[in-house]
């Protein structure tokens, strides 16, 4: 049987400890087929011989095939489930998990998917919480596959329901948690009208492990019902749990609202008068986890109101950028950090003037935050919010220059990763941030190396933004040199993928100029020294000629210069050098010029043939093997 039909990916390795672990014979054991040796393990095994069968379970049931599995594994499966006392917990929780793989792949029907139903319900009562859990996540997976049936026959939607009100009047709280989590995606089913009211019942049961799990899911069944003249049912349950003693409940119920979406945003109106009161009293409620959880999903909860882009509803949308700010502001560290991952999503939703009045006061507190965490996600903030068009240039140079700076400064290297990594998007406002500018010149000397890649990956970018002069006189010899050379391969790397933007930045005279006898320098000099010099060269020079046949019609040699130099390569005295030389080739082979065509046939291709027969290394073989295949290609 294949081994990747299990849900890992690869089926269990057989055991001889196993077997030695039951009571028949090996010989007997080698004559059974998968379902006779699954119950033998399952009947007579140890414990471990038990959860050996449940992960074998999808490779017994392949085997089966789906007529025998509905036949004789699944009313095995049933029994298993159903007997008192209960099996293990670690084989009810594989069970579950192992039976979704049967769906569809072995029952497609929906008669066939709700022979599971019986199973998922016994699970859905167990005491033990994980059980529960990979319970609930086979019952919506199921609810998964019957949608693709829908409208499903009454016949099978009366024994949904009818397993709902038993989960949901059990006498044990376990079942109701597990209800909780099965009914929105139920409802989105079945649409049976019943299953609301069910909820609302969760909603309103006396124990608070019910309630935490009717308020976490409450959002799913809101988006489910899809309209405000059926969801008013459970506003008032809603408004309830969001008010609940216990604040557990109220930060579950707070942040299920982030899972109602869109759904709402065409009843601006109605979501002004429910669901805008719930959030302003959550970004002040007196626990902190509850601020916490409703930071977590402030940006999505914004956007479900439905307020963006309607001038009629200007104030309201200052009232919740007013409630974003508190939580900006808030005490707590954790708050603030959640809440901060939102700046951008909410400048997005709020546009120009509601980031001016309201969240740029802010900013300098927050870039200066005693809290790492706190920094290091404001800079990224800044970052996201610059993009989309939302701000204009100039408000972006003004504001975000000196906080960027301040970032490229400061002490821990997680925040000035977070500035070099998106800066490039800012590239062409540069030119309006020189204070920027000298600490990006000073960071390429940083003692962390990955500090040191940012800087390397930004210089070109530099280039861009402030000319090829400032690139040659400023940033050459201190900077990209330097970094070209690091001991560091991932810094090198940065700099050899970097030679695309420089190419098409600079163009190939330039290039020719000022960047080619650079290198051709290092590597002549690199020649008695280090062979990773050596092949940083030949990597440039792969990727400034690829860059050059991606910019066709320019003029200029460059091209043929960098061809040359990693023919030159091919004759190195060390094989991994010969080997990125073949790998460079590779990627010029592939030119359309008539040219470059040209010099493929007449020079490249030899050159690869003469080495594949004498080369000795097995690595260079396979790269001049790869490479004369790419030429054949085209």
Not at 23 to 48: A, R, V, W
Not at 429 to 444: D, F, K, Y
Not at 540 to 568: F, R, Y
Request: with cysteine; proline share 5%.
């Amino acid at each position: 049987m294949s081994q990747t039909i299990a849900p890992t990916g690869v089926s269990p390795p057989p055991s001889i400890t196993l077997a030695r672990s039951l009571s028949t014979g090996t010989d007997e054991l080698s004559g059974m087929g998968p379902f006779d040796l699954y119950k033998e393990q399952m009947d007579n095994g140890n414990t471990e011989a038990k959860v050996d069968a449940m992960k074998r379970l999808p490779v017994v049931a392949f085997a089966l095939g789906s007529a025998k599995m509905q036949s004789e594994l699944l009313p095995y499966l049933k029994t298993t489930a159903l007997q008192q006392p209960p099996i293990e917990d670690e084989l009810l929780v594989l069970m579950a998990k192992q039976m979704e793989t049967f769906v569809p792949a072995l029952l497609n029907d929906p008669k066939e998917i709700m022979e599971l139903v019986p199973i998922v319900e016994r699970l859905g009562s167990i005491e033990e919480t994980v059980v529960r859990n990979q319970a609930v996540a086979l019952m919506n997976h199921l609810c998964g596959s019957l949608i693709k049936s829908a409208p499903l026959d009454p016949a099978l939607v009366s024994p949904l329901v009818s397993m709902s009100k038993r989960l949901v009047g059990a006498d044990w709280f376990t079942a109701k948690v597990s209800a909780a989590g099965m009914l929105p995606e139920l409802y989105n089913l079945t649409k049976h009208a019943d299953l609301p009211y069910l909820y609302k019942e969760l909603c309103v049961d006396e124990t608070p492990m019910v309630r935490r799990a009717a308020a976490q899911h409450l959002g799913k069944l809101l988006k489910a019902l899809g309209s405000k003249e059926k969801a008013n049912e459970l506003i008032p349950v809603l408004q309830q749990l969001a008010r609940d003693e216990q604040d557990s409940v109220r930060m579950l119920a707070v942040a299920s609202m982030a899972d109602v979406g869109d759904v709402y945003c065409s009843s601006p109106e109605w979501t002004k008068e429910f669901i805008l009161p719930l959030l302003k009293d959550a970004s002040t409620d007196l626990s902190w986890r509850v601020r916490h959880n409703l930071s977590k999903v402030f940006g999505a909860v914004a956007q479900s109101l439905g307020f963006q882009g309607k001038a009629k509803f200007v104030n309201d949308q200052s009232l919740v950028m007013a409630c974003f700010v508190s939580l900006l502001a808030d005490v707590e560290a954790e708050v603030r950090a959640a809440a901060v991952a939102h700046f951008a999503t909410m400048v997005h939703w709020g546009g120009s003037d509601l980031f001016v009045n309201h969240l740029l006061p802010l900013l300098p507190a927050l870039a200066d935050d005693v809290v790492m965490e706190v920094r290091s996600k404001c800079a990224l903030a800044i970052m996201e919010s610059s993009e989309g068009g939302t701000l204009e240039d100039t408000l972006i140079v003004q504001s975000f220059g000196p906080l960027i700076e301040s970032f490229l400064q400061d002490e821990f290297q997680e925040v000035q990763l977070q500035v070099l990594g998106n800066l490039h998007k800012l590239s062409h406002l540069l030119h309006g941030m020189n204070g920027v500018v000298s600490s990006i010149l000073n960071m390429s000397k940083a003692t962390n190396w990955r500090v040191r890649r940012g800087v390397a990956k930004l210089l070109p970018h530099l280039a861009e933004a402030r000319g090829l002069d400032f690139f040659a006189n400023v940033l050459m010899e201190p900077a990209w040199l330097v970094l070209l050379l690091d001991p560091v391969a991932c810094v090198r790397i940065a700099c050899v993928e970097g030679m695309s933007v420089l190419v098409k930045v600079a163009g190939q005279e330039w290039m020719s100029q000022q960047i080619m006898p650079q290198h051709v320098r290092i590597y002549n000099h690199a020649e008695a020294g280090s062979y990773l010099i050596r092949i940083t060269i030949l990597q440039a020079h792969a990727e400034t000629a690829k860059a050059v046949q991606e910019n066709p019609g320019s003029g200029g040699s460059l091209w043929m210069d960098c061809v040359n130099h990693i023919l030159k390569g091919m004759e190195d005295k060390v094989a991994n050098v010969r080997m990125v030389a073949a790998q460079g080739l590779a990627k010029v082979v592939t030119a359309d010029e008539p040219d470059q065509r040209a010099v493929i046939e007449s020079q490249i291709i030899p050159a690869l043939e003469k080495q594949l027969a004498d080369e000795t290394d097995m690595d260079c073989q396979a790269a001049c093997t790869e490479a004369l295949e790419a030429a054949q290609s085209k």
